[in-house]
């Protein structure tokens, strides 16, 4: 079964917009005054209308700023979708992220947790969160595309697992961090040009490399490759404070590269926080750990505080169904992106030409559906 297609992200997009969450209540009255009344919706249908002010009818993009064929992006979901009969993916602007979400807490025997997300007071299942398999670009209505959040490497917070590289340098663990823990490690150099470095296979055009880094002891030059380690680096202007440090750059050889270089024997530097993005930009995005794989954009799940690696669970219609039940008393929260899986409401919508190629679409109604 096909993913749903996704309401483009359209330039010409005006104003107002509306959103309205609606519920079905029955009510039963009696002669005396008094009412009983029966709530049938547990969860809101929410009800979308939207404008289009400027919809581009040329592949060339004649009006600038609304995007070639924006009138063809709009139409052809509709088409797509068979007017009503068919459902596509909404990410509301206003709406379409949660960062350290409350979803449950363990009690040592159920697996499976339906993600969810809050609205002041109140909580709602999310059925449609944002997961991709790669790094993936992504938009919202009026905003400017951008690679979802990511983190190539593995295990970022234990550099002395195998899977990081290492030549002339001893890793000890238990570091006072930037942010008051203790998941800082430091690197040793035991010989010069002394190396801690991760690889990976990419097929993207830009990498970001950053890492914090303090200097602990020695004063010898210290090196983060650029993502390419094609010899380009950043030499680091280190001190006993801690800084976030960033190198752009294109992969070699389809490979890019999160390392650190030490020149000096005997040197020591701490360091937290290694990531490698696939970007549009130079700078580095928000740190997110990552354990034994890759992270891409999607759930980000921690339980009691600690990350689950996404191999230990698999995800359905927003259901996380952990391999292993987590603990009792295990607080249990994500991090993402969500979609409203929604349908039109009508097998008819009206497209105006108001200039040669320049149209708009003044009313274009949709609904969530019901999953849940």
């Known amino acids: 079964m096909s993913a749903p297609p996704i309401f483009p992200p359209l330039a010409g997009q005006g104003w107002s917009v509306h959103k309205k969450p609606t519920f079905a209540t ?7 005054g008094r009412e009983v009344r029966d709530a049938t919706y547990a969860n809101p249908i929410w009800q979308f209308e939207l404008t289009f002010n400027g919809l581009d009818g040329t592949s060339s993009g004649q009006y600038g700023g609304l995007g070639a064929s924006s009138l063809q992006s709009l139409m052809g979901l509709y088409l797509q979708c ?7 993916l909404y990410y509301d602007p206003s709406d379409y992220a949660v960062s350290s979400q409350p979803f449950g807490t363990g ?3 159920t697996t499976t947790f339906q993600l969810q997300r809050s609205l002041g007071g109140f909580s709602e299942p999310i059925t449609q969160p944002f997961a991709p398999a790669a790094p993936t670009l992504f938009q919202v209505a009026g905003g400017v595309a951008f690679y979802a959040p990511n983190n190539l490497v593995n295990y970022s917070g234990d550099l002395t697992n195998a899977a990081w590289g290492k030549g002339g340098a001893t890793i000890s663990s238990g570091v006072s961090d930037p942010f008051g823990g203790a998941a800082a490690q430091t690197v040793t150099a035991t010989a010069a040009n002394a190396y801690v470095h991760q690889q990976w296979a ?4 830009n990498y970001v490399s950053s890492m914090w880094v303090r200097r602990r002891t020695g004063s010898g030059v210290v090196n983060l490759a650029d993502p390419g380690a094609d010899g380009g680096a950043l030499t ?6 801690w800084q976030r440090f960033s190198i752009a750059g294109a992969p070699r050889s389809g490979f890019a590269y999160s390392q650190i270089l030490l020149t000096t024997s005997g040197d020591s530097i701490d360091v937290y926080g290694p990531q490698l993005e696939q970007s549009l930009a130079t700078s580095p995005g928000p740190y997110f750990q990552t354990l034994g794989t890759p992270f891409h954009g999607g759930p980000w799940i921690t339980a009691g ?3 689950i ?3 230990a669970y698999a995800i359905a219609d927003g259901a996380v169904t952990f391999a292993t039940a987590p603990a009792a008393g295990a607080a249990l929260a994500w991090t993402g992106y969500f979609a409203f899986l929604c349908r039109f409401d009508s097998d008819a919508l009206d497209f105006e030409q108001f200039m040669a190629n320049l149209w708009k679409a003044n009313s274009v109604k949709f609904r969530s559906l019901r999953q849940q």
């Open 107 to 109: 009690d040592g025997t």
């Open 309 to 311: 690696d996404p191999s």
């Open 26 to 32: 029955i009510v039963a009255s009696h002669v005396s």
């Open 202 to 205: 990419v097929t993207g055009s």
């Open 236 to 241: 680091l202007a280190l001190s006993s404070a």
């Open 82 to 88: 068979l007017g009503q009969y068919a459902s596509f």
């Open 305 to 307: 505080g600690s990350l």
